[in-house]
């Protein structure tokens, strides 16, 4: 049976550092957003915090963060990309978006594995595209990872 009162303890004891967290999401994401659209090995980068997110402006109108997700497009086919998630270290290859840890996902292999490449691609998920949910670790960190995997394709 779930102990409703652990449950709310658990939410409570969250939101006490949920501004902190999303803060270091934002940080990070906006930080690591920059690296990858000026880096050579990544075709297009997805984040409204870009000037050159085609809703950049009307973000910044909403927004007074732009998220702790970037999305972005690796140069290569499937199994670089592959090759590129495989070969991070920090975050956990998983689906689930929202914890303190970073989280990365290919989700023409994950989460739209079911849908022929033809089909992805009317969705905009493409074989190349990586999906990464910035968590709490140090950007310095997170940059050195993400560089060392980008080296190896």
């Not at 550092?17 to 990544?42: D, I, S, Y």
């Not at 297009?44 to 809703?55: A, D, F, I, M, N």
């Not at 303190?100 to 023409?108: G, K, L, Y």
């Amino acid at each position: 049976m779930l102990d409703v009162t652990k449950g709310v303890y658990l939410i409570i004891r969250g939101m006490k550092t949920l501004k902190l967290r999303v803060q270091q999401q934002n940080f990070t994401a906006q930080r690591m957003a920059e690296l990858l659209e000026a880096h050579p090995k990544v075709k297009r980068v997805y984040y409204p915090g870009l000037k050159s997110h085609p809703e950049h402006e009307l973000a910044k109108k909403q927004m007074t963060g732009f998220g702790g997700v970037v999305s972005y497009e690796v140069d290569g086919d499937i199994t670089t990309t592959i090759k590129f998630v495989d070969s991070l270290k920090i975050p956990y290859i998983a689906l689930s978006f929202g914890g303190c840890e970073s989280i990365v996902d290919q989700p023409a292999i994950t989460s739209y594995w079911d849908l022929s490449q033809a089909e992805r691609a009317k969705y905009g998920i493409l074989d190349n595209l990586v999906r990464f949910s910035f968590g709490v670790e140090d950007y310095e960190d997170l940059e050195a990872d993400v560089l060392q995997a980008l080296d190896v394709i």
